[in-house]
């Protein structure tokens, strides 16, 4: 497994399969616990994480970082990636053809990570893990078990920072990962509120 991760950051250091690895800084494979049982996947890397080559650094990171705090969790609780590893110009959504571009890398870390959960971050998320055919607003906290993987899809950080009236469902959301964590895995049931 040591080298199946060595290999995949190995071949994404080189990778030149889509237009933004012309920009970027650096590439932003992922962070936190490669043994996770819950990965978060957001859309792609903003400016503070081209930087830093880490993802959820930046104000949606740090918001992130609160959200899970509030259910006892953290960043060596989870691992954390992005659809795509190169950020976009001025933060756009990734292209259909950037997206397909990188989405082998992702499946690649999940096959590594192995984890019971995904939470989708984010439309755009959603819509290369959960369904093709996602509407956040729809469809955020609605469970989909899918291969043995429980995923559930819910808003984006920075959507909550654009739109504080979201946070109420996004705390419903965070309480429904709360809950299934605990129910996959009562021997270390989480401790929050």
């Known amino acids: 497994m040591r080298y199946a ?5 190995a071949t994404l250091q080189g990778c030149k399969g889509c237009g933004l690895s012309a920009g970027r800084t650096n590439i932003v494979i992922g962070d936190g616990n490669p043994k996770a049982k ?16 880490i993802p959820f650094v930046g104000a949606a990171g740090k918001l992130l970082d609160k959200m899970l705090a509030a259910i006892d969790l953290d960043r060596n609780n989870v691992y954390i990636a992005n659809i795509v590893k190169c950020r976009p110009p001025q933060n756009r959504t990734p292209l259909e053809e950037e997206a397909e571009a990188c989405i082998g890398h992702l499946r690649a870390q999940v096959a ?18 959960y369904d093709r055919n996602v509407r956040i607003t729809r469809d955020r906290g609605i469970w989909k078990c899918s291969k043995g993987v429980w995923i559930l899809p819910t808003y984006h950080p920075a959507a909550l920072l654009r ?26 049931a989480l401790k929050a509120d």
């Open 5 to 9: 991760w060595e290999t995949l950051y």
């Open 38 to 53: 819950i990965m978060l996947i957001g859309e792609g890397p903003g400016r503070d994480e081209d930087l830093q080559g």
């Open 112 to 129: 590594l990570v192995r984890p019971a959960i995904i939470v989708c971050l984010g439309a755009t998320a959603a819509r290369y893990v």
């Open 163 to 188: 739109d504080e009236s979201k946070k109420r469902e996004a705390w419903d959301d965070l309480k429904k990962l709360r809950a299934k964590y605990e129910e996959l895995y009562p021997e270390s």
